[in-house]
Every structure is written in structure tokens, then in C-alpha cells.
């Protein structure tokens, strides 16, 4: 470990620790790493050692990772998404804040983009889909079921719904997923060389450059060709500008829902009375997909922001420049917010999480997520009540060393 870096003597309300790496640990697979507890209590507005040796950061408080995320003066700009955990030569920092898309833009370009897309993911037309979503489901369960016991739920049946379901959405060939769905896996690393992860973000942008290409040629009902029509809704929008928001769609639409069904399923396995009670109809289906978005939050390295100017979060001044990262995990199991939070209760009162992040960047595709959710746990509940783990859940090897935590493989049985 570097050696802790000097704290800046910045007036405050607040005890300031030195500073610390964001926290890895996990004693429970489920649960964030005991850390942000420890931090919570003792400093809830943290100083962070970043991963190139400088200081930030780091809120675990609910109420401060909202209030980061509504500031206008917390900007989502120029900053790389990993900046906190992986150090990227000046180069590589250039290359990947050239390639930002909505996600890594402020108002005003942000909302414009935004709007683009906003009337494609409401929440009825999210209802919409799901008897089609059902029927995906349902299709990979007959298919994994006739294979027979046993199987591995990750790619028989977490990725490729998700997978299947954002390609039909977009337009983008199911067929041709070898394309994306490797170098979207490595474009989510943190534990690669930097280098290997940019380059895969500016191939897929390459190849969804050209499927808007071919979809203007032949437009097709679906978001893509939608998007590729020079006097549709997103006219004007440079081609290098369509592709990055195209990228960004195909894969914050898969990565995420695949982890969150695969960790889902790992966990409501090893609490098998939830596993049954997903059979006493949809509400039931739907508490337990909130909870556990809760309980998880995959998201699991939080969210970056950067100070345009001085600003005070939490009763701590934070100088501008600086670089503040909100933990979603840790914001997600604050008591002050959740009572008791290490307990999977899909039945607690209902209080919104942060799962899903807050504010202008609020995810995009929740509506969906959460169809594809209830209809892969509501699925996977009525069609295989037995279903249990085909290894001692210690063997499944966790995500710890991507952006979004999870499982690559979980083999069951039934
Ligand atoms: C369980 C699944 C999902 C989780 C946990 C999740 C989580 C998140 C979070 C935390 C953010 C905010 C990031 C920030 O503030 O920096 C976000 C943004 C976003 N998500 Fe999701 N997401 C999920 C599924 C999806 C799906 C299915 C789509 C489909 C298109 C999607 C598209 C987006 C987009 C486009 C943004 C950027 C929005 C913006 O910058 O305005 N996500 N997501």
C-alpha cells in the first residue's frame, strides 16, 4: 500500500481522518465491506486516498450522497469514472473523457441528451414490455431446464436476458453479441491494464458507430434507427456523439441487470424462505427486487464527482477541484436512513434507495431493470422451487475487481 498521503489543513465542522482507501472487505458477500460502517460512525464525510496517491473524498452517509448528488457545483465532467480506484497515464485520462457520453456531462448538453432518450424508458412504456420480457425469461428457462441439472445461472440465464432484452430495445443484432458482450466484461475491469479497458470502450463505440450507419441506410423499428434519423428526434447530434450514447446504452442496460440477477439469485439461494415467498404473487416479487436492489447495490465502487467551486457537504468544506465519491453501497445501509440494514426484510418500510443513484444522472433504464428483475426472480421461483447451489457458496467467485460487483459463474441444481 502507498504510504497515506498529507491531508490539506482545510478548516472544518467536522473530525477529518487521514486518509484512507475506499474500503474492499467483505466479510459478507452480500453486504458492503464492513469498512463504510466504521467510517460512517467515525467520519461520514472522509478523506479518500485515490488510486493515483492524491486525496478526495468519500461520503456514507444517505443524506450526503444525495445532497452531492444535486449540487450543480458537483460536476459529472471531466473526471473518469474509475479516477478513484485505478491510475490511468494522462493519455488514457484524455482518451476516456474524449469518449464521455451522458453520463460524464453537466447541464445544459446533459438534460438535452437526456430528453432524447427519456420518452423511450417511461415507466409505461417499461410496463408495456413485460409480457415480452416474461416470455424471454420463460424461453431461457425451457431451454436451461431441457438441458437438465445441473447449470450455470450466469450464462444460461443472467446475461444473456438482459443482454437479449437491451439488443431487441436498440436494434442491435442479438446475433452479433460476440461483438460487445466481452469487451463491455472488460470495459467494466478495474483489475486489467487500464489500457486493454479504454480500448475496448472505443471498439464497442466503433461498432455501434457502424450499426447507426447501417441503420440509417435501412431503418428498423427499434431506438437505434430512431436515433440514427437525421430529422428524427436526435437531428443534429454529431455521429461521434449518437455512438457514445448508443455504447453507453447497450452496456449500463446489461452488465448492471446481469449482476443483479445472478448476486440476486446467489443470495435469495442462501435465504431459501425468500426464495419461496417470490411465489405468493407479484408484490411480493416487486419488495423483494427494492430490497435487494438495496441490500446489493452493485454499483459497489459509488458514483464521482468533482467541485467546480467551494462547497460544504455534510458540515466538511471541500475545496474546488477536489474529487468526492458517494458510496451507494454504503448510503444504502446507513441506519439513519434504513432500520436495521444488514437484514434482507423486503417487507421494511418502503423508504427510497439509492440503487438506482439520485438526481439528474438518476439511472435511465430503472423501469426496466426492474421488470427484468421481477420477471427473472418470479420466473426462476415458480419454475424451479428447488433450485439450490451446486457448490458451497464460499466456491462462487465474486466481482470484486470490476465496476460492477457480482458473479461470472453460479452453478445450481435442481
Ligand atoms: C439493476 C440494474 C441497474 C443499476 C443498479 C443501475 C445503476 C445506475 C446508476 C447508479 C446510475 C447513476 C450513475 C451516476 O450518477 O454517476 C445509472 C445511470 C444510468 N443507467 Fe443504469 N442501472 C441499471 C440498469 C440500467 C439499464 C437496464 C439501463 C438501460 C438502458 C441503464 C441505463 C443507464 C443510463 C443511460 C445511465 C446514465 C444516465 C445519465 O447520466 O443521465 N441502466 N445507472
Same mark, same amino acid.
Given at each position: 500500500?502507498?504510504?497515506?498521503?498529507?491531508?490539506?489543513?482545510?478548516?472544518?465542522?467536522?473530525?477529518?481522518?487521514?486518509?484512507?482507501?475506499?474500503?474492499?472487505?467483505?466479510?459478507?458477500?452480500?453486504?458492503?465491506?464492513?469498512?463504510?460502517?466504521?467510517?460512517?460512525?467515525?467520519?461520514?464525510?472522509?478523506?479518500?486516498?485515490?488510486?493515483?496517491?492524491?486525496?478526495?473524498?468519500?461520503?456514507?452517509?444517505?443524506?450526503?450522497?444525495?445532497?452531492?448528488?444535486?449540487?450543480?457545483?458537483?460536476?459529472?465532467?471531466?473526471?473518469?469514472?474509475?479516477?478513484?480506484?485505478?491510475?490511468?497515464?494522462?493519455?488514457?485520462?484524455?482518451?476516456?473523457?474524449?469518449?464521455?457520453?451522458?453520463?460524464?456531462?453537466?447541464?445544459?448538453?446533459?438534460?438535452?441528451?437526456?430528453?432524447?432518450?427519456?420518452?423511450?424508458?417511461?415507466?409505461?412504456?417499461?410496463?408495456?414490455?413485460?409480457?415480452?420480457?416474461?416470455?424471454?425469461?420463460?424461453?431461457?428457462?425451457?431451454?436451461?431446464?431441457?438441458?437438465?441439472?445441473?447449470?450455470?445461472?450466469?450464462?444460461?440465464?443472467?446475461?444473456?436476458?438482459?443482454?437479449?432484452?437491451?439488443?431487441?430495445?436498440?436494434?442491435?443484432?442479438?446475433?452479433?453479441?460476440?461483438?460487445?458482450?466481452?469487451?463491455?466484461?472488460?470495459?467494466?475491469?478495474?483489475?486489467?491494464? =487500464? *489500457?486493454?479497458?479504454? +480500448?475496448?470502450? $472505443? #471498439? %464497442?463505440?466503433? &461498432? !455501434?458507430?457502424?450499426?447507426? /450507419?447501417?441503420?440509417?441506410?435501412?431503418?428498423?423499428?427499434?431506438?437505434?434507427?430512431?436515433?440514427?434519423?437525421?430529422?428524427?428526434?436526435?437531428?443534429?447530434?454529431?455521429?461521434?456523439?449518437?455512438?457514445?450514447?448508443?455504447?453507453?446504452?447497450?452496456?449500463?442496460?446489461?452488465?448492471?441487470?446481469?449482476?443483479?440477477?445472478?448476486?440476486?439469485?446467489?443470495?435469495?439461494?442462501?435465504?431459501?424462505?425468500?426464495?419461496?415467498?417470490?411465489?405468493?404473487? =407479484? *408484490?411480493?416479487?416487486? +419488495?423483494?427486487? $427494492? #430490497? %435487494?436492489?438495496? &441490500? !446489493?447495490?452493485?454499483?459497489? /465502487?459509488?458514483?464521482?464527482?468533482?467541485?467546480?467551486?467551494?462547497?460544504?457537504?455534510?458540515?466538511?468544506?471541500?475545496?474546488?477541484?477536489?474529487?468526492?465519491?458517494?458510496?451507494?453501497?454504503?448510503?444504502?445501509?446507513?441506519?439513519?436512513?434504513?432500520?436495521?440494514?444488514?437484514?434482507?426484510?423486503?417487507?421494511?418500510?418502503?423508504?427510497?434507495?439509492?440503487?438506482?443513484?439520485?438526481?439528474?444522472?438518476?439511472?435511465?433504464?430503472?423501469?426496466?431493470?426492474?421488470?427484468?428483475?421481477?420477471?427473472?426472480?418470479?420466473? %426462476?421461483?415458480?419454475? !424451479?422451487?428447488?433450485?439450490? /447451489?451446486?457448490?458451497?457458496?464460499?466456491?462462487?467467485?465474486?466481482?470484486?475487481?470490476?465496476?460492477?460487483?457480482?458473479?461470472?459463474?453460479?452453478?445450481?441444481?435442481?
Amino acid at each position: 500500500m502507498t504510504e497515506t498521503p498529507t491531508v490539506p489543513d482545510l478548516a472544518s465542522a467536522t473530525t477529518v481522518t487521514a486518509a484512507v482507501p475506499l474500503p474492499r472487505d467483505r466479510p459478507c458477500p452480500f453486504a458492503p465491506p464492513d469498512g463504510y460502517r466504521e467510517l460512517r460512525e467515525r467520519s461520514p464525510v472522509s478523506r479518500l486516498q485515490l488510486a493515483d496517491g492524491t486525496v478526495g473524498w468519500l461520503l456514507t452517509r444517505d443524506e450526503d450522497v444525495r445532497a452531492m448528488l444535486v449540487d450543480p457545483r458537483m460536476s459529472a465532467q471531466n473526471r473518469t469514472l474509475t479516477s478513484h480506484v485505478r491510475v490511468l497515464t494522462p493519455d488514457l485520462v484524455a482518451r476516456s473523457i474524449r469518449r464521455a457520453s451522458l453520463l460524464s456531462m453537466d447541464a445544459p448538453e446533459h438534460s438535452r441528451q437526456r430528453r432524447l432518450l427519456t420518452v423511450s424508458f417511461t415507466a409505461r412504456r417499461m410496463r408495456r414490455l413485460t409480457p415480452w420480457i416474461e416470455r424471454v425469461v420463460e424461453e431461457h428457462l425451457d431451454a436451461m431446464i431441457s438441458r437438465g441439472s445441473p447449470a450455470d445461472l450466469v450464462p444460461a440465464f443472467a446475461l444473456p436476458i438482459p443482454s437479449l432484452v437491451i439488443c431487441e430495445l436498440l436494434g442491435v443484432p442479438y446475433a452479433e453479441r460476440a461483438e460487445f458482450q466481452d469487451r463491455a466484461h472488460t470495459l467494466v475491469s478495474v483489475g486489467i491494464p =487500464p *489500457a486493454e479497458s479504454v +480500448r475496448a470502450g $472505443e #471498439e %464497442l463505440e466503433g &461498432y !455501434l458507430g457502424q450499426l447507426l /450507419l447501417r441503420k440509417r441506410a435501412e431503418p428498423a423499428d427499434d431506438l437505434l434507427s430512431e436515433l440514427a434519423r437525421p430529422d428524427g428526434r436526435a437531428g443534429g447530434l454529431p455521429d461521434g456523439e449518437l455512438a457514445r450514447l448508443s455504447t453507453l446504452l447497450l452496456i449500463a442496460g446489461h452488465e448492471t441487470t446481469a449482476n443483479m440477477i445472478g448476486l440476486g439469485a446467489l443470495m435469495l439461494l442462501e435465504h431459501p424462505a425468500r426464495y419461496a415467498a417470490l411465489r405468493d404473487g =407479484p *408484490a411480493v416479487v416487486e +419488495r423483494t427486487v $427494492e #430490497e %435487494l436492489l438495496r &441490500y !446489493l447495490s452493485v454499483v459497489h /465502487l459509488g458514483v464521482t464527482r468533482q467541485a467546480t467551486e467551494e462547497l460544504t457537504i455534510g458540515g466538511q468544506r471541500i475545496s474546488a477541484g477536489e474529487l468526492v465519491v458517494g458510496s451507494l453501497a454504503a448510503a444504502n445501509h446507513d441506519p439513519e436512513r434504513f432500520a436495521e440494514p444488514a437484514e434482507l426484510d423486503p417487507d421494511r418500510v418502503r423508504v427510497p434507495h439509492l440503487a438506482f443513484g439520485y438526481g439528474a444522472h438518476q439511472c435511465l433504464g430503472q423501469q426496466l431493470a426492474r421488470v427484468e428483475l421481477a420477471a427473472a426472480f418470479g420466473g %426462476l421461483a415458480r419454475r !424451479l422451487p428447488g433450485l439450490r /447451489l451446486a457448490v458451497p457458496a464460499e466456491q462462487v467467485p465474486l466481482r470484486h475487481e470490476m465496476l460492477i460487483y457480482g458473479v461470472d459463474e453460479l452453478p445450481v441444481a435442481w
